[in-house]
C-alpha cells in the first residue's frame, strides 16, 4: 500500500476533529468564556502564574506532552500492523486525547491552577487524593529518568545532534528575552530562532562531537545524565518566561517545520509501506494485540501525563480561557500528527518486508532508534537530504521532545513534592522541592549502574500507569460536569474503555511479571493497580454524589446562562 493515502487520511481526521468536535467541547460541554479570569491573571506572580500568548504557551504544551513517547509507542506497536496503530492514533486523538487534554486544563483553570492530584481532594475525596498523589508520583518519576536515558543514548548514537540539542537552550533564552524584555515582535522572533535552530543542525552535521572517555571522570554516558538532570533541575526553578516557554514555543515551531518535512518527503516520493496492515506472523512472545496495543500506543492517542501537564504548568500560564481550545485540544492533535508520523516512518522507511522483519524481530523493537533510520530514508528519497543530515534532522526533533518533557517532569515532580509535604503539613520550598525530585530521578536512573540501565527498570510499567491515570483524570472532569449539570458522557465514554484496557492490561502485566520473578515490578504494579482501582470506586461514588446534591453555581456559570438566554 501507498503511505500516501494514510497520512492524508490521518491529517484530514485530526483537522475535522479541531474543527469540529473541539468546538462542540468548547461551547456545549466546558462553555468556555473570554471573560473568565484566569489564574494567570489572578494569581500572577511572574514565575508559574504568567498570562502567555496561546502560540506561545501552545509550543509549551505540546513540546512537553509530546517527549519521545508519540514516536516509541506507535513505533513499538507496528508489530501488530499498522492499521490498529492508525485507528488508535487517530480516533484516540480526536475523540479521547483531545477530550482529556482540553478537560484538565479547563478543570485545573476554573480551580486557580490546581493540579490533578489537589483536584482529586475537592472533587474525590481526601483518600482518593492520596492514592491518585503515589501514582502521580510514580508516573513522573519514570517519565524523567527514561527520558533522560533516551536522550543520553541518542547523543552518543548521534553525535551529529549534540551542538542543536545544546543550542537550543542558549536560542531560547535569547527568544525569551527578546520577547519579554525587548518587546520584539513574536513573528520576527520566530524566523530567527527557528532560523538558529536550523543553522545549529547544519553545524551540528558538519561538525559532531563524540565525548572523550572518560571525561571529568565520568563515561560519556554518566556525564550526559549527570548534565541533563542538573539542567532540568536549573530550569524547573526558573521563571517559566526565562526559559521553559520560549524554549518549548521555538521548539514546536522547529519541529513542527520537521514534521512538515518528513510529510513532504511522504507527499513528494509516495513510498510503499511494506509492513503489514494487520500482522499475522507476529513473533513468538508477542502479547495480544488487546489490550496490549491500548497502554503501548499512550502518548499519541491518550496520555495520563498530558492531565499533569495540562493542570501543572499550562493552567498557570492561560490568558484567556478560551485559549485552552487551541492550547489544549490542538496540543493533543500535535502530538496525534507526530504519532502518524512515527508510523509511515517505521512502516515505509524500509525497502522491504524483509528488512522490517529484520528490525522487528521481537515484541518492544523499533522505537526511536526505528524512527530515525525509517524518517531519515524518507527523507532522503523525498527531498534528497543526504542520509546524515536527514538522521540529524530527526534525531535533533526526538531530542528536543524528549528533553522539554524532561523539564517539565521535574518541575511537576517539584510541586507533587511540595503537594506531598501540605498532606504531611511540612512547608517545602522551591529549592528543596527540586533537590528531591531531581535526587529521586537519579536515583533510579543511576540504581542499576553508572550507563543509566535503571533509568528504564520500571519504564514497563508506564503504559499501564499512564493510561490508567488518564482514566483518573477524566473521573475528575466527569465529576465536575455531572456537578454543573454539563453532559458527562464526552468523558465518561473514553473513561470507561481506557480504565477497562489499562486494568485489563496491569492484570496481564501482574501474571508476566510474577512468571519473570520481578518482585520489584510487581509490588510496584500491585499498588498501582490498587491506587487504581480504590480511586476509580472513589470516583464513583462521587460521581452519584454529585447527581443528587444541588447544581455547583459559579459566578463564571451564572454569565454563561445570562449569555445563552441572550442567543
Known amino acids: 500500500m501507498n503511505a500516501l493515502p494514510l497520512l492524508l487520511i490521518g491529517l484530514a481526521t485530526f483537522a475535522g476533529g479541531y474543527v469540529l468536535y473541539s468546538k462542540f467541547l468548547g461551547n456545549r460541554v466546558y462553555k468556555l468564556d473570554a471573560a473568565f479570569k484566569t489564574p494567570a491573571h489572578e494569581l500572577r506572580d511572574g514565575v508559574d502564574y504568567v498570562p502567555t500568548n496561546k502560540f506561545v504557551l501552545w509550543g509549551h504544551h505540546f513540546t512537553s506532552v509530546a517527549g519521545a513517547a508519540p514516536i516509541v509507542g506507535p513505533a513499538v506497536a507496528v508489530i501488530w500492523g499498522w492499521l490498529p496503530a492508525f485507528l488508535w492514533v487517530t480516533i484516540g486523538t480526536v475523540f479521547f486525547a483531545g477530550m482529556h487534554d482540553l478537560g484538565a486544563l479547563w478543570a485545573s483553570a476554573r480551580n486557580k491552577g490546581r493540579s490533578m492530584g489537589s483536584l482529586s481532594d475537592r472533587y474525590i475525596g481526601r483518600r482518593g487524593a492520596n492514592l491518585f498523589l503515589v501514582v502521580i508520583f510514580l508516573l513522573l518519576l519514570m517519565v524523567i529518568a527514561a527520558f533522560a536515558v533516551v536522550i543520553k543514548n541518542l547523543l552518543i548514537s548521534t553525535p551529529s545532534a549534540v551542538i542543536p540539542a545544546w543550542g537550543a537552550v542558549l536560542v531560547a533564552l535569547l527568544v525569551g528575552q527578546a520577547v519579554y524584555r525587548y518587546r520584539i515582535g513574536l513573528g520576527l522572533v520566530t524566523v530567527l530562532g527557528v532560523a538558529a535552530l536550523y543553522g545549529l543542525i547544519l553545524l551540528g552535521n558538519a561538525v559532531p562531537v563524540e565525548l572523550p572517555d572518560p571525561i571529568l571522570g565520568m563515561s560519556p554516558a554518566t556525564f550526559w545524565i549527570v548534565a541533563l538532570f542538573a539542567y532540568a533541575g536549573i530550569a524547573s526553578m526558573l521563571p517559566v518566561w526565562v526559559l521553559l516557554q520560549p524554549r518549548d514555543y521555538i521548539n514546536g515551531v522547529q519541529l513542527f517545520v520537521g514534521l512538515g518535512i518528513l510529510f513532504l518527503s511522504v507527499l513528494l516520493s509516495a513510498p510503499t509501506i511494506v509492513a503489514p496492515a494487520i500482522n499475522n506472523a507476529v513473533p513468538a512472545g508477542t502479547p495480544d494485540l488487546v489490550p496490549l496495543l491500548f497502554v503501548t500506543i499512550a502518548c499519541g492517542a491518550i496520555s495520563g501525563f498530558h492531565g499533569m501537564v495540562s493542570s501543572g504548568t499550562t493552567s498557570k500560564q492561560l490568558d484567556k480561557e478560551t485559549d485552552a481550545r487551541f492550547v489544549g485540544y490542538f496540543g493533543a492533535i500535535g502530538e496525534g500528527m507526530l504519532a502518524l508520523g512515527a508510523i509511515i516512518a517505521v512502516t515505509a522507511g524500509y ?93 533510579l536512573t543511576f540504581s542499576q549502574g553508572a550507563d543509566g540501565a535503571g533509568g528504564l527498570r520500571i519504564w514497563p510499567l508506564f503504559g499501564t500507569s499512564n493510561q490508567l491515570l488518564a482514566s483518573l483524570t477524566l473521573s475528575i472532569v466527569a465529576v465536575i460536569l455531572i456537578r454543573k449539570r454539563r453532559n458527562p458522557a464526552p468523558a465518561l465514554v473514553p473513561l470507561v474503555i481506557v480504565f477497562t484496557m489499562a486494568f485489563w492490561a496491569a492484570i496481564v502485566q501482574l501474571g508476566n511479571l510474577y512468571d519473570a520473578r520481578d518482585w520489584l515490578l510487581l509490588v510496584i504494579d500491585v499498588v498501582i493497580i490498587v491506587a487504581a482501582v ?29 449569555a445563552e438566554l441572550k442567543e
Do not use: C, H
Open 534 to 562: 480504590w480511586v476509580a470506586v472513589e470516583a464513583v461514588i462521587a460521581m452519584r454524589r454529585a447527581a443528587q446534591e444541588p447544581p455547583e453555581v459559579s459566578d463564571a456559570d451564572v454569565t454563561e446562562e445570562k
Open 351 to 443: 525497502r522491504t518486508l524483509a528488512d522490517w522483519e529484520a528490525v522487528y524481530s521481537a515484541f518492544g523493537e523499533g522505537g526511536v532508534g526505528a524512527f530515525v533510520e525509517g524518517g531519515g530514508a524518507l527523507i532522503n528519497g523525498g527531498l534528497g537530504l543526504s542520509a546524515s543530515l536527514s538522521s540529524t534532522v530527526l534525531a535533533t526533533m526526538a531530542i528536543l521532545f524528549a528533553a522539554t518533557t524532561m523539564d517539565t517532569g521535574v518541575r511537576l515532580l517539584r510541586f507533587v513534592v511540595q503537594e506531598a509535604g501540605d498532606v504531611a503539613r511540612v512547608r517545602i520550598n522551591t529549592g528543596v522541592g527540586t533537590l528531591i525530585a531531581v535526587a529521586a530521578g537519579m536515583a
